[in-house]
Protein backbone atom coordinates (compact mmCIF):
# COMPACT_ATOMS: atom_id res chain seq x y z
CA UNK A 1 0.00 0.00 0.00
CA UNK A 2 2.56 2.14 0.93
CA UNK A 3 4.44 1.44 -2.37
CA UNK A 4 0.95 1.84 -4.86
CA UNK A 5 0.60 5.46 -2.43
CA UNK A 6 4.48 6.29 -3.80
CA UNK A 7 3.75 5.57 -7.20
CA UNK A 8 0.56 7.44 -6.76
CA UNK A 9 2.64 10.64 -5.82
CA UNK A 10 4.84 10.48 -7.97
CA UNK A 11 2.77 10.02 -11.21
CA UNK A 12 0.60 13.45 -9.53
CA UNK A 13 3.96 14.92 -9.71
CA UNK A 14 4.70 13.48 -12.80
CA UNK A 15 1.39 14.49 -14.65
CA UNK A 16 1.53 18.25 -12.46
CA UNK A 17 5.12 18.86 -13.66
CA UNK A 18 4.32 17.43 -17.50
CA UNK A 19 1.25 19.50 -17.04
CA UNK A 20 3.63 22.77 -16.32
CA UNK A 21 6.29 21.49 -19.02
CA UNK A 22 3.34 21.72 -21.58
CA UNK A 23 2.09 24.90 -20.65
CA UNK A 24 5.37 26.27 -20.83
CA UNK A 25 6.03 24.69 -23.94
CA UNK A 26 2.58 25.80 -25.26
CA UNK A 27 3.60 29.26 -24.47
CA UNK A 28 7.23 29.20 -26.34
CA UNK A 29 5.56 27.63 -29.72
CA UNK A 30 2.91 31.05 -29.43
CA UNK A 31 5.96 32.94 -28.70
CA UNK A 32 7.94 31.38 -31.63
CA UNK A 33 4.68 31.55 -33.51
CA UNK A 34 4.27 35.17 -33.20
CA UNK A 35 8.26 35.94 -33.49
CA UNK A 36 8.27 33.82 -37.13
CA UNK A 37 5.10 36.50 -37.78
CA UNK A 38 6.50 39.51 -37.06
CA UNK A 39 10.14 38.71 -38.71
CA UNK A 40 8.25 37.59 -42.11
CA UNK A 41 6.48 40.91 -41.93
CA UNK A 42 9.86 42.51 -41.12
CA UNK A 43 11.60 40.44 -44.02
CA UNK A 44 8.17 41.51 -46.56
CA UNK A 45 9.02 45.39 -45.52
CA UNK A 46 12.55 44.95 -46.34
CA UNK A 47 12.39 43.24 -49.46
CA UNK A 48 9.52 46.05 -50.53
CA UNK A 49 12.00 48.45 -49.74
CA UNK A 50 14.79 46.71 -51.13
CA UNK A 51 12.45 46.74 -54.32
CA UNK A 52 12.02 49.98 -54.24
CA UNK A 53 15.49 51.22 -53.41
CA UNK A 54 16.60 49.11 -56.65
CA UNK A 55 13.84 50.53 -58.92
CA UNK A 56 15.13 53.57 -58.13
CA UNK A 57 18.76 53.28 -58.89
CA UNK A 58 17.47 51.65 -61.91
CA UNK A 59 15.47 54.79 -62.95
CA UNK A 60 18.33 57.22 -62.01
CA UNK A 61 20.79 55.14 -63.59
CA UNK A 62 18.74 55.02 -66.91
CA UNK A 63 18.02 59.14 -66.92
CA UNK A 64 22.20 59.47 -66.70
CA UNK A 65 23.02 57.22 -69.38
CA UNK A 66 19.87 59.00 -71.20
CA UNK A 67 21.62 62.43 -70.69
CA UNK A 68 25.11 60.76 -71.38
CA UNK A 69 23.85 59.02 -75.03
CA UNK A 70 21.76 62.50 -75.69
CA UNK A 71 24.84 64.95 -75.01
CA UNK A 72 26.98 62.45 -76.95
CA UNK A 73 28.13 63.89 -80.22
CA UNK A 74 27.37 60.57 -82.16
CA UNK A 75 24.12 59.48 -83.68
CA UNK A 76 22.89 56.74 -81.54
CA UNK A 77 20.02 54.64 -81.94
CA UNK A 78 18.57 51.10 -80.29
CA UNK A 79 16.72 48.93 -81.88
CA UNK A 80 15.09 45.53 -81.68
CA UNK A 81 17.39 42.58 -83.45
CA UNK A 82 14.21 40.88 -85.22
CA UNK A 83 12.69 43.49 -86.88
CA UNK A 84 15.03 46.36 -86.66
CA UNK A 85 12.09 48.65 -84.99
CA UNK A 86 13.88 51.65 -83.40
CA UNK A 87 13.32 51.94 -79.86
CA UNK A 88 15.44 55.00 -79.09
CA UNK A 89 17.41 57.30 -80.96
CA UNK A 90 19.38 60.41 -79.61
CA UNK A 91 19.38 63.99 -81.17
CA UNK A 92 22.74 63.51 -83.27
CA UNK A 93 20.84 60.74 -85.09
CA UNK A 94 17.74 62.94 -85.76
CA UNK A 95 19.90 65.58 -87.25
CA UNK A 96 22.15 63.18 -88.91
CA UNK A 97 18.87 61.91 -90.73
CA UNK A 98 17.28 65.20 -91.53
CA UNK A 99 14.00 64.35 -89.11
CA UNK A 100 13.42 64.67 -85.16
CA UNK A 101 14.65 62.05 -82.83
CA UNK A 102 10.96 61.18 -81.74
CA UNK A 103 9.63 60.60 -85.50
CA UNK A 104 12.32 57.61 -85.87
CA UNK A 105 11.13 55.81 -83.01
CA UNK A 106 9.07 53.07 -84.27
CA UNK A 107 10.42 53.00 -87.84
CA UNK A 108 12.36 50.35 -89.04
CA UNK A 109 16.33 51.23 -89.31
CA UNK A 110 15.64 48.79 -92.67
CA UNK A 111 14.36 52.55 -93.84
CA UNK A 112 17.64 54.19 -92.91
CA UNK A 113 20.16 51.52 -95.22
CA UNK A 114 20.65 53.11 -98.78
CA UNK A 115 20.31 49.08 -99.72
CA UNK A 116 18.21 47.24 -97.32
CA UNK A 117 19.64 44.24 -98.11
CA UNK A 118 23.05 45.47 -95.78
CA UNK A 119 20.97 46.16 -92.39
CA UNK A 120 20.89 41.88 -92.91
CA UNK A 121 24.42 40.97 -93.65
CA UNK A 122 25.50 43.49 -90.85
CA UNK A 123 23.41 42.20 -88.30
CA UNK A 124 25.18 38.60 -89.15
CA UNK A 125 28.18 39.74 -88.75
CA UNK A 126 27.23 41.11 -85.08
CA UNK A 127 25.43 38.10 -84.03
CA UNK A 128 28.91 36.09 -84.76
CA UNK A 129 31.13 38.23 -82.96
CA UNK A 130 29.34 39.68 -81.14
CA UNK A 131 30.22 43.11 -81.65
CA UNK A 132 31.05 45.04 -85.62
CA UNK A 133 33.11 48.12 -85.72
CA UNK A 134 34.20 50.75 -88.25
CA UNK A 135 31.70 49.27 -91.04
CA UNK A 136 31.16 51.74 -93.62
CA UNK A 137 27.98 51.61 -95.49
CA UNK A 138 25.35 53.56 -97.55
CA UNK A 139 22.59 54.69 -95.27
CA UNK A 140 19.90 57.44 -96.69
CA UNK A 141 18.59 60.98 -94.84
CA UNK A 142 14.96 61.33 -94.83
CA UNK A 143 14.66 63.31 -97.89
CA UNK A 144 16.23 60.37 -99.83
CA UNK A 145 19.78 61.21 -101.12
CA UNK A 146 22.58 58.71 -100.32
CA UNK A 147 25.27 59.46 -97.52
CA UNK A 148 28.37 57.32 -96.23
CA UNK A 149 28.81 55.99 -92.51
CA UNK A 150 30.98 54.66 -90.20
CA UNK A 151 29.04 52.02 -88.21
CA UNK A 152 29.91 50.32 -84.57
CA UNK A 153 27.12 47.70 -83.27
CA UNK A 154 26.52 46.11 -79.72
CA UNK A 155 24.35 43.50 -78.72
CA UNK A 156 22.55 44.57 -75.24
CA UNK A 157 19.21 43.63 -73.63
CA UNK A 158 16.72 46.94 -73.60
CA UNK A 159 13.65 47.38 -71.93
CA UNK A 160 13.89 43.36 -71.71
CA UNK A 161 14.60 42.78 -75.62
CA UNK A 162 17.36 41.56 -77.65
CA UNK A 163 18.57 44.84 -79.18
CA UNK A 164 21.23 46.85 -81.04
CA UNK A 165 22.67 49.65 -79.92
CA UNK A 166 24.43 51.79 -83.38
CA UNK A 167 26.54 54.00 -83.35
CA UNK A 168 27.07 56.14 -86.14
CA UNK A 169 29.00 59.22 -88.04
CA UNK A 170 28.77 60.57 -91.49
CA UNK A 171 31.84 59.72 -93.69
CA UNK A 172 30.14 60.95 -97.23
CA UNK A 173 32.92 63.82 -97.42
CA UNK A 174 35.20 61.79 -96.98
CA UNK A 175 34.33 58.97 -99.05
CA UNK A 176 33.20 61.07 -101.79
CA UNK A 177 36.68 62.60 -101.68
CA UNK A 178 38.89 59.09 -101.49
CA UNK A 179 36.55 58.47 -105.04
CA UNK A 180 37.30 62.00 -106.49
CA UNK A 181 40.91 61.06 -105.91
CA UNK A 182 40.64 57.51 -107.34
CA UNK A 183 39.05 59.28 -110.72
CA UNK A 184 41.76 61.68 -110.69
CA UNK A 185 44.25 58.94 -110.58
Known amino acids: EEENHDLQVMLETATEHADHVSEGLEEERNDLATMLEMTAEHADTVED ?49 GIDREALVGRSTVDLYFEPSDRQAIVSALQEHGAVDNCETRFKRDDGTMMWVDLSLRLLEFDGQPAILSALHDITERIEGEIAQREKE
Do not use: C, F
Request: charged residues 25%; aromatic residues 2%.
Open 49 to 97: ELHERAAEALRKSEQQLRMIVDATPTSIIISRIENGEIAYANVMMGSLI
